[in-house]
């Protein structure tokens, strides 16, 4: 049977999506935010028209871009926000040290520098940045808190609220040292910066203490 004129192929989304992850390795090079929609089609080993078909645009482009990294970090987001210790002090320090690995070795920071700078000098962007990756990015924090006030390992408390004290620090100082070279000028130990911030983070969100067993 023919296909409905203007219906899209079954492997549409598909194809899409593995475009978006071409054009993603070309962003993040240097300059590649800078790259015209010629250049990205040429790093993508792609045409300029079969961009706009699957996009549309430059901005089409950039959403797509956020929500493959979405898409591509979900499975590490489940793995990361399931506590590995019902110590609560050891749970948040695997977490944010998981963080700050995924950030410098396996490039999540650029890939958040590169999509924050586009969701701030472009303001239709900048709900598809929050959406796409800042937001899983947060909700990884209330997961991994959530988790442990259901445990009744942490005082209850507006996990949304906490999970933006526990990670901001450390996100800010990611982007300090690692987006923004400012090991080079002033550097920080991240790691020393970790276990001071989660004493910290225990004083304002205190563990639940358990109650001693009754005597018999």
């Not at 956020?66 to 499975?75: H, V, W």
């Not at 959530?146 to 609220?161: F, I």
């Not at 100082?173 to 910066?193: F, K, T, Y």
């Amino acid at each position: 049977m023919a296909r409905t004129r203007g219906a899209r192929n079954a492997d549409y989304e598909e194809s899409r999506l593995a475009l978006a992850r071409q054009v993603r390795t070309a962003l993040l090079e240097d300059d590649g935010l800078r790259s015209s929609l010629r250049e990205l089609a040429a790093s993508a080993g792609t045409s300029v028209a079969t961009l706009k078909h699957y996009f549309g645009n430059r901005e089409g482009i950039i959403v797509a871009v956020m929500e493959s990294l979405r898409i591509d970090g979900a499975p590490y987001i489940a793995q990361v926000s399931s506590p590995t210790s019902g110590d609560l002090r050891a749970s948040l320090t695997f977490v944010l040290k998981r963080l700050t690995t995924a950030w410098v070795k396996y490039r999540v920071g650029d890939m958040h520098a590169a999509m924050l700078a586009e969701g701030l000098s472009r303001k239709q962007l900048g709900p598809s940045y929050v959406t796409l990756m800042l937001e899983p990015l947060l909700q990884l924090g209330e997961q991994v808190l959530q988790r442990h006030v259901d445990a009744k390992e942490l005082t209850p408390c507006d996990v949304r609220h906490a999970s933006l004290a526990l990670l901001s620090p450390l996100v800010m100082a990611l982007l300090h040292q690692e987006n923004l070279s400012g090991a080079g000028c002033r550097p920080l130990d991240v790691n020393a910066l970790i276990g001071a911030h989660v004493e910290a983070f225990l004083r304002a969100f205190p563990p639940l203490r358990k109650r001693a067993p009754a005597r018999a």
